[in-house]
């Protein structure tokens, strides 16, 4: 879903037998997640190693799906390459589904932050909320409200619409306060 922490973890082998001897040097491991960063790839790749023959290592690849994305399948494409001494490239490619749901009504804070961040006395402090609608259906009664009697603030706004998918999907709101003594 959006948000979510998604991690491949590869095992590769090389299957050259000891009697063989050709370590497999410079590996490199990388995945690619195609179009889901509206219309832009994710690419993230492991640290290079080589392997002796007959051993094998796995390696963990880690991403976070957008949270403006779009629900469906999108393509995984797991490249793996290195040589060995001879100079001869061993390559694996695999093309892999991930799929991306999406809850029926999920509304969440994407930003929300004060500034200063230390409030004091007789001074002025701006407050920046954002939500988002990261569900399938449009929203059209989603709402803000912002309470703290504290800092003498009590805001409300309904009636927000938020689309569904990546465009007009989102809310944003500054309150400037005046902070009394």
């Known amino acids: 879903?959006?948000?979510?922490?998604?991690?491949?973890?590869?095992?590769?082998?090389?299957?050259?037998?000891?009697?063989?001897?050709?370590?497999?040097?410079?590996?490199?491991?990388?995945?690619?997640?195609?179009?889901?960063?509206?219309?832009?790839?994710l690419e993230e790749e492991a640290d290079e190693f080589d392997?002796?023959?007959?051993?094998?290592?796995?390696?963990?690849?880690?991403?976070?799906i957008p949270l403006e994305v779009e629900e469906g399948t999108f393509d995984a494409i797991i490249?793996?390459?290195?040589?060995?001494?001879?100079?001869?490239?061993?390559?694996?490619?695999?093309?892999?589904?991930?799929e991306v749901e999406k809850e029926?009504?999920?509304i969440s804070i994407r930003k929300l932050n004060l500034n200063p961040a230390i409030v004091s006395c007789t001074r002025t402090a701006a407050l920046n909320a954002e939500i988002i609608n990261l569900g399938k259906d449009d929203e059209d009664e989603a709402a803000l409200e912002?309470?703290?009697?504290?800092?003498?603030?009590?805001?409300?706004?309904?009636?927000?619409?938020?689309?569904e998918g990546i465009d007009d999907n989102t809310y944003a709101k500054t309150l400037t306060m005046n902070i009394p003594d």
């Open 79 to 98: 490249d793996v390459e290195g040589r060995d001494k001879n100079g001869t490239v061993h390559k694996i490619k695999w093309a892999l589904e991930l």
């Open 146 to 163: 912002i309470l703290s009697p504290e800092l003498g603030v009590n805001f409300r706004q309904g009636d927000i619409e938020l689309e």
């Open 1 to 41: 879903k959006p948000g979510s922490d998604v991690e491949f973890k590869i095992e590769i082998k090389n299957r050259f037998t000891k009697e063989e001897d050709l370590e497999i040097q410079d590996i490199d491991a990388q995945v690619i997640i195609e179009d889901i960063d509206d219309g832009d790839d």
């Open 104 to 106: 029926k009504h999920d």
């Open 51 to 64: 392997l002796d023959a007959g051993k094998d290592e796995t390696v963990k690849i880690g991403f976070k």
